[in-house]
T-cell receptor
């Protein structure tokens, strides 16, 4: 079985400050890891992925994530938050040879001016 | 628009009626997924196609749910004898073999 944990229901950060949204995973085999963002009444938008290679991956809108195999984590980061980053963020995992993408419960990011 | 397209965007139906949703994936993607999402929750996997073959189904998918992907292009998700508990956002996604899944805007189903 594979699973994703997002331990924080909500993260609050002031505009201009760095942000981190946490994600840990459990999967057999090598993981494929993804971050998605969802705005109200919209579908999920792909931000970034880790499949292989460098542990630090860069994605859309200035977001990046660090894959840590020993801690089974894939935290989402951004050096300077914008109010427009406020949304629901989902981490997801898939086995490299698997089909099913499993999502975490989501973390609401609130960026205050 | 070359993204994943879902139709309709909204559907209100009476309990006991059948509904069908359509998904048009990104044309070069051979994988297609259906997910269900309730308010404030993460998407839950329902089923997966590789080309026209349905390779995986969640235990969440009761006998009232059926999905098809004829000719490996668009897909339909049908719910028979809808129940109030079926009310949710139904999301479709497609992906290439190794890449990320791209999602449509979803179909919001309300069963009254």
């Amino acid at each position: 079985a594979q699973s994703v944990a997002q331990p924080e229901d909500q993260v609050n950060v002031a505009e201009g400050n760095p942000l981190t949204v946490k994600c840990t995973y459990s999967v057999s085999g090598n993981p494929y890891l993804f971050w998605y963002v969802q705005y109200p009444n919209r579908g999920l938008q792909f931000l970034l992925k880790y499949i292989t290679g460098d542990n630090l991956v860069k994605g859309s809108y200035g977001f990046e994530a660090e894959f840590n195999k020993s801690q089974t984590s894939f935290h989402l980061k951004k050096p300077s938050a914008l109010v427009s980053d406020s949304a629901l963020y989902f981490c997801a995992v898939r086995r490299n040879a698997g089909n099913m993408l499993t999502f975490g419960g989501g973390t609401r990011l609130m960026v205050k001016p | 628009d070359t993204g994943v397209s879902q139709d309709p965007r909204h559907k209100i139906t009476k309990r006991g009626q059948n509904v069908t949703f359509r998904c048009d994936p990104i044309s070069e993607h051979n994988r297609l997924y259906w997910y269900r999402q309730t308010l404030g929750q993460g998407p839950e996997f329902l089923t997966y196609f590789q080309n026209e073959a349905q390779l995986e189904k969640s235990r969440l998918l009761s006998d009232r749910f059926s999905a098809e992907r004829p000719k490996g292009s668009f897909s339909t998700l049908e719910i028979q004898r809808t129940e109030q508990g079926d009310s949710a956002m139904y999301l479709c996604a497609s992906s290439p073999e190794e890449g990320a899944a791209f999602f449509g805007q979803g179909t919001r189903l309300t069963v009254v």
